[in-house]
């Protein structure tokens, strides 16, 4: 083969090497399943020693709002705060079950890779399941 051809063949090889890099799908970020809260998800707050409230709070909401406290037993402030159908778990199974899966749940949300860097961006929109950091927290 001579050099012109060679050339040639070498520059439509490269072509379409590079059409195929620019035009390929990128990868997506395979989204990993949520951390398992397990009974932790029907609490809207959850302490070891003592929960106080200070204040006219409302506690409430579509995910659970529970209040808890174990090993402790103090839960101070209600009135002023307001009920909206939750329950106060002092030193109880379910407050104990509840600080039992908050401690798994942390530790599988700790062991997880992170897959996203966002320093600096703001996390007042809905972020999906994946793993994040932060090391300046902006909530807008």
């Known amino acids: 083969m001579d050099t012109y051809k060679t050339k040639r063949l070498l520059a439509i090889c490269m072509a379409l090497l590079i ?3 620019f035009l ?4 997506a970020k395979a989204a990993e399943a949520p951390v398992n809260l397990g009974t932790t998800a029907s609490f809207a707050v959850l302490a070891g020693e003592t929960v106080t409230n200070t204040g006219p709070t409302t506690i409430g909401g579509d995910a659970g709002g529970n209040v808890g406290v174990y090993p402790g037993t103090a839960v101070t402030g209600f009135p002023p705060g307001t ?12 407050a104990e079950d509840a600080k039992a899966d908050l401690n ?4 599988d949300a700790a062991s ?5 860097n966002m320093t600096g961006q703001d996390l007042g929109g809905k972020l999906s399941h994946l793993v994040y950091i932060n090391s300046i927290l902006k909530l807008g």
Do not use: E, F, K, M
Request: charged share 20%.
């Open 19 to 21: 059409g195929v890099i």
């Open 104 to 107: 798994i749940a942390y530790g």
């Open 83 to 94: 009920n909206t159908g939750w329950q106060i778990h002092a030193d109880d199974d379910v």
């Open 24 to 27: 390929a799908p990128a990868r």
């Open 112 to 116: 997880r890779s992170v897959t996203d």
